[in-house]
């Protein structure tokens, strides 16, 4: 027993977040943000997939409507000038107009519906007729344009065509995401829209909670599993799951995974998938790292460009008020009666904009954050704060 504890010097230890992020070096902007993750986590080793006999599956499940595939080459031109889309790649397929064009099944349609969508968005129309034909794909687009529907569904449709889970196998679809908060939305987007599929179970795993937990999950079988990039190799180095069974692989946020210096742990992950696969990277921006990698690991992509690469959402009303001396905002950034202004400004106007909704706050630093939430909790306004230091456990609790 006494040796035990000398080879385990944690044990019997509760986890913290702490304990799980104390490897971590964090690097911070003049602002006092992390900027970057520089934890070494190792990437997962080499595979020789030649000595890999893996199954069969079908990717191409997409038959064209006669509507679309009747449709005059004017016509699909019109369509992609109203949809503000660009498609590049060999034979692309047509973008459709309507859900009925997309040849999903009642089930998928009737949650589609039930959740609130009458026709699909812009990067939906042209994204799933190429995702259900078995074509990999780059979707570049803004925040609010759908994207995330745009590959759960046909992610969802492409597992229910798969054979069942056996016992041991690893996830069918992945969905990698850089951060616990864009997984955590994402788990519930899957789960919502698969509701009427029983067979299918979903799986999270992400750091800043207990492993076990998610590793029992794990071994139980997932059929569609999200998850950040170091909290899945940490699973797969532990045996909890494997990546031979994953036919479909999804990165969201493509460029922001990269930017935190995930990339050699992305390129691992990708690199254990069979060799076959279908691979979907979706952005907000096209990066030359992301291009870099896509052409790495896609195959003859589809790439869709929605509008202009970071342009604002259309549907977004932006107002602007410059405070400080002659507008020259830039050379007090720093100064501390600068943001005295601010957030007198704030307070004067905060029933105002309170009037017309729920008020969300951004600031530049986390000193800030924490600054800004006690006054407006002095002046007797209900506050939430949140910012990086904040452990996963509380940031679960909050509404």
Known sequence: MIAFFKANPNAGKAFTHTEEEAAEEIIYDEYGNATKVKKEIDPLPPICHSEIKYPSFQKSFYKPHDDIQNASKNQINKLLAELGIRIAGFQPEKPVSSFGHMGFPDRLLERIRKVGFLEPTPIQSTAIPQILSGRDVIGIAQTGSGKTAGFVWPIIYHVTKQRPLKYGDGPRALIMAPTRELCQQLYAEVRKFAKNYDSIRVGIVFGGVNMYEQGKELKMGVEILVATPGRLIDHVKKGNTELSSCTIICLDEADRM??????????????????????????????????????????????????????????????????????????????????????????????????????????????????????????????????????????????
């Open 258 to 399: 990269l930017e935190l210096g995930f990339e050699p742990q992305v390129r691992s992950i990708c690199n254990h998938v069979r060799p076959d696969k279908q691979c979907l990277f979706f952005s907000a921006t096209f990066k030359k790292v992301i291009e870099r990698l896509a052409n790495n690991i896609l195959n003859d992509p589809v790439k869709l460009t929605q509008g202009q690469i970071g342009q604002v959402n259309e549907n977004v009303t932006q107002t602007f008020k410059i405070l400080g001396q002659g507008g020259q905002t830039s050379l007090i950034l720093t100064n501390n009666n600068y943001i005295e202004q601010k957030l007198q400004w704030l307070l004067s106007n905060i029933v105002q904009l309170n009037s017309v909704g729920s008020l969300l706050v951004f600031v530049t630093r986390k000193a800030d954050c924490v600054t800004v939430h006690e006054e407006l909790k002095k002046s007797g306004f209900k506050t939430g704060v949140i910012h990086g230091d904040m452990h996963q456990v509380r940031l679960n609790s909050l509404p």
